[in-house]
């Protein structure tokens, strides 16, 4: 048993854009979950990685090389030009079982040159919700970040009250945001924009050789990631460009929650006050984001500035299109079948009835006399004339998703240190089209959801 040898590429490579750290002293560190699946994935050993040496790393006090990565954003539409790792720590690189590159990263770990007046710390609760939302994303097959480990920090932190401290160590295809790039133009000249751009491009779409096509890349994959959140009713609730990944994964779980009434103005977090971050604005939003990346990166898309700009002007332009396609896709999947008009009548029958939108989607797997009743008999007698594919829908509608008020309720226990209705909920929600009894799929009481809210910087 002895520590995991991991790469610093990105450090090496970037010293403008990172700045040394290392995890605070700790208390009294516990390992509170380990996800033993993902580790042996990443070729570590789940036992060294509980032994005390084990847990010493994943606080960012193993002694290897740690940083906090530089970043800018724009938050709430308003720009940030030094935002950064104020409170977690990239571990570094290593390359998994299958052959891929993957992050290895800490959040909660002390402060950083990029905390800004914060504590740089994590709460026990968040740290488990990001765990368990991130761990039921990637079971419902988006891309996304995971979660390897909380540790327990044995601090007491102030979050209003005083709660306990903890860390979460994720993976990730990288932690590049658009916010990277942002910063990378913001304090740096056209060579460091030119690097990151390329070890991005290199490190994510190696086939690909222009600027250009690696723009028009992330546009794809976050376009995908999204159709999947708007199938699945996830609201992320935090889409600041510093949380917009190059790699299209989904990153950060602050404020993000799932709806249960198909609401498309649903919106939970409780700073987002003017509903910017709501359902049904995720694929807007991801086109103003992604406008900011081409205004980062439009000087390197051709030697001419006019022609850069036309190409930048191009590539979004093509933005509207990308979207339509990725979310048909998406909806031909949801009904096993890709009649346009079906689609569209579906789409309008869930906004008009509301009913809630897990239970609704399992239904075209399980029960059309059951799903007759909630969007009308006329509908799912055209969809069945049209042979739809239900044995594919049974792996794609999720009997389970961290539906607020259980997950609320379980977080609850945990923190009071009962971490029983938290293990079965994170069961179920990782194993989602597997039958673990109706309580879990319960949705909220009547009147929850409208007084739910979420929070950032937890
Ligand atoms: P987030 O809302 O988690 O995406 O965080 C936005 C920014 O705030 C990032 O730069 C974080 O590193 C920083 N941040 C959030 N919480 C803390 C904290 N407790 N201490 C220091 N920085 C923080
Ligand atoms: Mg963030």
Not at 127 to 150: C, W
Not at 252 to 263: E, K, M, N, Q, S
């Amino acid at each position: 048993m002895s520590a995991p040898h991991l790469d610093h590429r990105f450090a090496d490579a970037f010293p403008e854009l990172v700045h040394a750290a290392r995890g605070e002293p700790q208390p009294d560190p516990r390992l509170i979950l380990l996800n033993e699946t993902l580790a042996r994935e990443l070729g570590l050993d789940p036992g060294w990685l509980r032994s005390p040496e084990g847990v010493t790393f994943l606080l960012g006090r193993g002694g290897g090389r740690t940083v906090a990565m530089g970043y800018a954003g724009h938050q709430f539409g308003q720009l940030s030009p030094r935002l950064g790792d104020g409170r977690a720590l990239l571990l570094g690189e290593l390359t998994d079982t299958a052959g891929r590159v993957r992050d290895l990263h800490t959040k909660g770990t002390g402060p950083t040159a990029f905390s800004r007046g914060g504590d740089g710390r994590g709460a026990l609760g968040p740290m488990l919700r990001e765990y368990l939302v991130s761990e039921a994303m990637h079971a419902l097959g988006v891309p996304t970040t995971r979660a390897l480990a909380v540790v327990s920090t044995g601090r007491k932190i102030q979050r209003g009250g005083v709660v306990p401290g903890a860390a979460l160590v994720r993976t990730a295809a990288s932690h590049l945001r658009i916010g990277t790039v942002q910063y990378a133009r913001l304090i740096g000249d056209e060579d460091l924009v030119d690097r990151l751009c390329t070890y991005a491009r290199e490190r994510h779409h190696p086939a690909l050789d222009t600027h250009e096509a690696f723009f028009r890349a992330v546009m794809h994959a976050q376009a995908e990631t999204i159709a999947k959140w708007m199938r699945l009713g996830f609201i992320h609730g935090v889409m600041n460009t510093d949380n917009t990944t190059l790699s299209g994964e989904t990153i950060d779980y602050g404020p993000c929650a799932f709806l249960d009434r198909f609401d498309p103005a649903t919106f939970f977090s409780s700073i987002d006050t003017h509903g910017r971050y709501a359902f049904r604005n995720q694929p807007a939003i991801l086109g103003w984001n992604l406008a900011r990346l081409a205004e980062a990166m439009v000087p390197l898309f051709d030697a001419d500035e006019n022609a850069a700009v036309e190409k930048a002007q191009a590539a979004m332009d093509d933005f509207p299109g990308v979207w339509e396609k990725a979310q048909e896709r998406e909806l031909a999947r949801a009904l096993g079948t890709s009649d346009a008009d079906l689609g569209r009548r579906w789409l309008e029958l869930l906004e008009e009835r509301a009913p809630d939108l897990t239970s609704t989607h399992r239904l075209l797997a399980d029960s059309p006399t059951a799903l007759a009743e909630v969007v009308g008999r006329e509908w799912v007698a055209d969809w069945q004339a049209l042979s739809p594919d239900t044995a594919a829908l049974d792996r794609l509608h999720p009997r389970y998703i961290p539906r607020n008020h259980l997950l609320q309720a379980a977080l609850t226990d945990a923190e009071a240190g009962d971490l029983v209705p938290y293990l079965q909920l994170l069961a179920a929600v990782t194993d989602p089209y597997t039958d673990h009894g109706p309580e879990l799929r319960r949705p909220a009481p009547e009147g929850f959801d409208e007084m739910f809210r979420t929070f950032c910087g937890t």
